[in-house]
Antibody
């Protein structure tokens, strides 16, 4: 049974950094691409970033490029998202999600975590 | 980036109603479309992908159709557990953009 659990959210001041984690279980983590998706209060889903199964390929939404870094540790079955230079508009629930494609990114997200809330406020 | 729109943005329906949600892409996406259901405080749930392929475990009252730039999600007989927000997403190109969502609530 696939299980994704995000952690690391909280209240952070503008301009500061935060690292989110996503612990994965129930599948061969090293075989699948992984995504981060966020939802700001009262808004819809916004794709943030994706990383390939081996970690060698990473893609970001334009608005987050240069500020956010996605990474993974396949030995720990854990996905990360480093958030830097945070702005109030980054306030959102951040979800990690598993890509449906094995050994290839197809951008279909078949399992999601429950999310972790990041609040950027002074 | 490919832009996605959905209509309506919200709708009110009764249990047993047939519900149709439309999604439009800013360019052709060759059936590379998925639908998700999202309830407050819960993880989003993949319903269909490839326009019409039902994800394992999803009830058959959900169906999808479309081609080119225009796609639809149909719920043949709305059930109490179906009240939620529905999002389309294109996976034709990166970023895999989502539509703005359609909230389905109880009439």
């Amino acid at each position: 049974q696939v299980h994704l659990v995000e952690s690391g959210g909280g209240v952070v001041q503008p301009g500061r950094s935060l690292r989110l984690s996503c612990a994965a279980s129930g599948f061969t983590f090293s075989s699948y691409g992984m995504h981060w998706v966020r939802q700001a209060p009262g808004k819809g889903l916004e794709w943030v970033a994706v990383i390939s199964s081996d970690g060698n390929n990473r893609y970001y939404a334009d608005s987050m490029k240069g500020r956010f870094t996605i990474s993974r540790d396949n030995s720990k079955n854990t996905l990360y998202l480093q958030l830097s230079s945070l702005r109030s508009e980054d306030t959102a629930v951040y979800y990690c999600a598993k890509d449906r494609g094995e050994m290839a990114i197809n951008k279909i997200l078949d399992y999601w975590g429950q999310g972790t809330l990041v609040t950027v406020s002074s | 980036d490919i832009q996605m729109t959905q209509s309506p943005s919200s709708l009110s329906a009764s249990v047993g109603d047939r519900v149709t949600i439309t999604c439009r892409a800013s360019q052709g996406i060759s059936n590379s479309l998925a639908w998700y259901q999202h309830k407050p405080g819960k993880a989003p749930n993949l319903l269909l992908y490839g326009t019409s392929i039902l994800e394992s475990g999803v009830p058959s009252r959900f169906s999808g159709s479309g081609s080119g730039t225009d796609y639809t999600l149909t719920i043949s007989s709305l059930q109490p557990e179906d009240f939620a927000t529905y999002y389309c997403q294109q996976f034709y190109s990166t970023p895999g953009t989502f539509g703005p969502g359609t909230e389905v609530d109880i009439k």
